[in-house]
């Protein structure tokens, strides 16, 4: 007997750190309705946004919808509605014909929409379990590494466990790439252009963690090396770069549920060597190198996708291309780069809240060209090079501290230009 029970925990465990992938099953659709607020109600639930809760209700009620539909409103009991933001409650919730029809899941809608009118600090007052946030279990995360090694390109990939703190090979790229953007999104790791030892390319590769395999998805539009890549609204930006004759200023999106590469508003400077992150919503792209001027570049724009215009910030202290980006506790980090021979150490971040720039704590070493991420609330910076050779090392930022700390295990070998990026550890 505590065999099963162990078995039934494991299964609940699973179900709740996977739920974005267990819901899409027959299995979930098949479930009873117990089971169903059971699993919904868990405070441990790993979802990207509450969304995912209440689209999976509307799909198992659907499923038998002239049995199960008299079980909206204890289902919709467990949905954290105030969490959504309010377009997707006006424009989804309110719309749904299963909520319309049920005037208990009408009195759940209007204090989700009565929690959105509060300001900031009194929503605390408001106690209800749909006002609660989630607090997921971490899930053990791995740092991958792609590429690399410039200027003659690499197919080797490795991971990082931060658990049992070294380093293991995984599945090669299926061609050499370097200078290539990398992202993490839904559950993939995509390399994205760069620059395979004799040509810039627009190919794109996605890398399943699970299955431990590389498969290619729509080419971008434009040949990109040295560009920066990152997620916003559900959507992977390639900013800027280098096509081999020229830097680029343009910016294109790509959306995986149609595979296809779209154009959108260029920037307002050419920058190669750009790093790029997303804070609060908008995208930034960092420094980099204008070809036409032929400077290395201090200054900063960001990308409003609801107007599709960028518009420049305020400038970093000094000018960095190949600078490491990276996004820490809502705060845009600029580590190293450099700027015509002399390769940094300096670090500065940005705080969109002040607009403004301020120095923390030099890196152990100089360092461009290097990869950045942030894990479990510390800055990792992986490999580059300081000018004259590339770097095996990685070292970890503290803010508390405002201290670096060079990592005791290093990469097999050394890296400039890799693709650097956080995924959750396949379980």
């Given amino acids: 007997m505590h065999a099963c029970t162990d078995l039934l925990n494991k299964a609940n465990t ?15 659709l098949n479930l009873g309705i117990e089971q169903v607020c059971s699993l919904i109600s868990s405070d441990k639930l790993t979802i990207s946004s509450e969304e995912k809760v209440f689209e999976a209700v509307i799909a198992w009620v659907n499923h038998d919808k002239d049995v199960r539909q008299e079980f909206m409103a204890r289902l919709m009991e467990h949905v954290r509605l105030p969490l959504l933001p309010r377009e997707y409650l006006v424009q989804r919730v309110e719309e749904e014909a ?5 005037s ?8 989700a929409m009565k929690y959105h009118l509060l300001p900031t600090e009194q929503r605390i007052l408001m106690k209800s379990v749909r006002t609660r946030l989630r607090t997921p279990m971490n899930l053990p995360k791995l740092m991958v590494v792609v590429g690399g090694q410039a200027p003659k390109a690499i197919r080797s990939v490795e991971c990082y466990d931060f658990k049992e703190e070294r380093w293991h090979q995984v599945a090669e790229l299926p061609s050499r790439r370097c200078r290539a953007g990398m992202v993490y999104m839904a559950g993939l790791v995509f390399a994205v252009g760069g620059f395979n030892g004799s040509l810039r390319v627009r190919t794109v590769d996605s890398y399943d963690p699970v299955k431990d395999q590389w498969t290619s998805v729509a080419n971008m ?3 990109r090396s040295t560009l920066g890549a990152a997620v916003l609204n559900g959507l992977l930006y390639a900013v800027g ?7 680029l200023s343009s910016v294109e999106a790509y959306n995986i549920k149609s595979n296809e590469w779209f154009h959108v508003a260029p920037m307002n400077t050419r920058r190669s060597s750009v790093g790029v992150g997303v804070v609060g919503g ?19 724009e960001c990308y409003n996708a609801t107007t599709n215009e960028w518009t420049y910030i305020a400038e970093m202290s000094t000018r960095r291309s190949g600078a490491g980006v990276g996004v820490l506790n809502n705060l845009l980090y600029a580590v190293g780069g450099h700027d015509g021979p002399l390769v940094r150490k300096s670090v500065e971040v940005y705080d969109p809240t002040t607009n403004a720039w301020r120095q923390v704590a030099d ?37 508390t501290t405002d201290k670096w700390t060079v990592v005791s295990s290093c990469m097999s070998t050394g890296r400039s230009y890799a ?7 396949p379980l």
């Fill in 14 to 28: 699973y179900a709740e750190q996977h739920f974005a992938d267990v819901v899409l099953s027959e299995e979930f």
């Fill in 98 to 102: 299963l909520v319309k029809n049920s």
């Fill in 104 to 111: 208990a899941c009408k009195d759940y809608l209007i204090e």
């Fill in 221 to 223: 539009r434009d040949r």
């Fill in 241 to 247: 770069g280098f096509d081999g004759s020229t830097g």
């Fill in 282 to 300: 908008l995208l930034y792209a960092v420094g980099g190198y204008d070809g036409a001027s032929r400077q290395c570049l201090s200054t900063v």
């Fill in 363 to 399: 890196m152990n070493m100089c360092r461009r060209n290097a990869g950045v991420c942030a894990v479990n609330g510390l800055l990792y910076v992986v490999g580059g090079d300081d000018g004259s050779c590339n770097l095996a090392s990685v070292e970890y930022y503290n803010p």
């Fill in 419 to 425: 693709g650097v990026t956080v995924i959750d550890k």
